[in-house]
């Protein structure tokens, strides 16, 4: 299409701004308008078939296409060098809808153990109950996933960077052990953001994102994309149109809206994450820090091979368990204490509050989530300010505990 030869060569953070936005808006409106219709109406009988058997361009019912939506997906779909893209209520519609229109009875999914507490409820909870097969590896043993995707599998589903312990997976390596055996490498993108990484660039198949989380990046709009092939999009877009997680137009503006200042802000973020982790790794109130811009990350060298950037969330663990924590979180002034991640403001709380709520204290520290540990979301602040702030209330949660 024209618009996608005249971004040709853009650098992303034009892209953020202008993908998916070529063609003129009602009215001639700089902005995306947000299209309220449920439905779109037409005079002409033989348009309206051929719009609803989609040999012509337009929209006939809110569920399943919408305008204003479909500029968000095309902006996706353009950051991350996909050939399509579809929406979704929510990220976990997005990824749930993935696996439930990919997968059948008798099918094998190989994943790890450190993917994000929802999604391993889908493997650990939902998955098994309609026959379909699931393996979890340990997340950093690259040689024991190969082996069992060698196994066969309908899907090797990936996270990277890891929600919350930040561990890395060698996309290259794994992709190309899911494509030997048959299968569709997934990848679920959230945390790096099109910004910092394009998995499909390393070959996945497809891409999944909370749009949620960073995109969006001012916690006011719920919101999945999936982009990748084109086959396996509309295969999905088929499910959630019947399936009725349809993202809402008003949601789509707000995301949209935010993916304009993506990489300003991701750019930011990763600058000041970096710096805030090479603080904590030398504070003596602090355990340990996981972020994988430390060259002490034991996945330090595949995150810069396939990473522009390590993001914008850490997570540490304190000295004192989680005693230390609860005294340390409400001493943060400039940290909203909450279940989300990405946004604008810094936000931090624990794994057995937010990411991994569904598990157990037993369940967490299976997969390597000690109680102590904290996860913090760099927002757009200023990083000396953080720094202060985290120094501060890390000195007086050790006299409180002490």
């Given at each position: ?273 970096l710096r805030i982790a090479r603080f904590l790794a ?121």
């Amino acid at each position: 299409m024209a618009e996608d030869r005249e971004l040709r060569g853009a650098q992303q953070g034009t892209q953020a701004v202008w993908a998916g936005e070529g063609k003129s808006h009602w009215q001639r409106s700089t902005q995306v308008p947000v299209v309220q219709s449920v439905s779109f109406g037409y005079r002409d009988l033989d348009e309206w078939y051929e719009v609803a058997l989609g040999e012509r361009e337009g929209h006939i019912y809110g569920r399943n296409t919408n305008p204003t939506v479909q500029v968000l997906e095309e902006k996706i779909r353009l950051l991350e060098g996909a050939q399509a893209a579809t929406s979704f209520a929510t990220g976990m519609a997005a990824i749930s809808s993935t696996l439930f229109a990919l997968l059948s009875p008798g099918d094998r999914v190989v994943s790890i153990k450190d993917t994000y507490g929802g999604t391993s409820k889908i493997f650990l909870e939902f998955l098994p109950r309609f026959g379909i097969k699931v393996e979890l590896c340990d997340t950093g043993d690259f040689d024991a996933i190969e082996r069992e995707v060698a196994k066969g599998c309908k899907i090797l589903y990936l996270e990277t960077p890891t929600n919350p312990t930040l561990k890395v997976l060698d996309l290259p390596r794994l992709i190309g052990a899911a494509h030997r055996a048959g299968a569709i490498a997934v990848v679920d993108n959230t945390f790096a953001t099109p910004i910092n990484q394009n998995p499909i660039a390393l070959a996945a198949d497809l891409v999944v994102h909370s749009a949620t989380k960073f995109l969006g990046g001012h916690a006011d709009a719920l919101g999945g994309l999936l982009c990748g092939r084109g086959d396996l999009v509309d295969a999905v877009f088929h499910f959630r149109e019947i399936s009725g997680a349809t993202l809402h137009p008003e949601a789509a503006y707000l995301i949209l809206r935010g993916m304009k200042t993506l990489s300003l802000r991701v750019r930011h973020q990763n600058e000041s994450a970096l710096r805030i982790a090479r603080f904590l790794a030398a504070h003596p109130a602090i355990d340990q820090v996981y972020y994988p811009g430390l060259e002490s990350h034991p996945h330090h060298d595949a995150a810069a091979r396939q990473m522009r950037g390590f993001g914008g969330v850490m997570s540490f663990s304190l000295k004192g368990g989680f005693e230390a924590v609860r005294s340390f979180l409400p001493k943060l002034r400039y940290a909203h204490l909450a279940a989300n991640l990405g946004s604008v403001e810094t936000i931090a709380g624990p794994p057995r509050t937010t990411s991994h709520v569904e598990l157990t204290e037993e369940g967490r520290r299976a997969l390597g989530i000690p109680e102590s540990l904290v996860r913090y979301s760099v927002g757009i602040e200023d990083t000396d300010d953080l720094i202060a702030d985290l120094d501060a209330a890390l000195r007086a949660a050790r006299l409180a505990t002490s």
